[in-house]
């Protein structure tokens, strides 16, 4: 979409599947989406802590953060 901006992470089942995926989007320049960006870093984090819920291996979510 013209002028919106996003970044999704994955979320992981006990299998390894992805089974959903969550997304931050905005007006373009008005949240930071920088990989190493707070934003991100909390998606990711979310994304991590819910994965391991689902009973998602560790090694699966690994992230480079």
Same mark, same amino acid.
């Given at each position: 979409?013209?002028?919106?901006?996003?970044? =999704? !992470? +994955? #979320?992981?089942?006990?299998?390894?599947?992805?089974?959903?995926?969550?997304?931050?989007? /905005? $007006?373009?320049?008005?949240?930071?989406?920088?990989?190493? =960006? !707070? +934003? #991100?870093?909390?998606?990711?984090?979310?994304?991590?802590?819910?994965?391991?819920?689902? /009973? $998602?291996?560790?090694?699966?979510?690994?992230?480079?953060?």
């Amino acid at each position: 979409v013209p002028g919106i901006d996003a970044v =999704s !992470a +994955p #979320v992981f089942d006990h299998d390894g599947r992805i089974v959903m995926v969550m997304s931050i989007m /905005g $007006a373009r320049g008005a949240i930071d989406l920088a990989l190493d =960006s !707070a +934003p #991100v870093r909390h998606l990711v984090c979310v994304c991590d802590q819910l994965s391991l819920k689902l /009973g $998602a291996a560790r090694s699966t979510i690994q992230t480079a953060f």
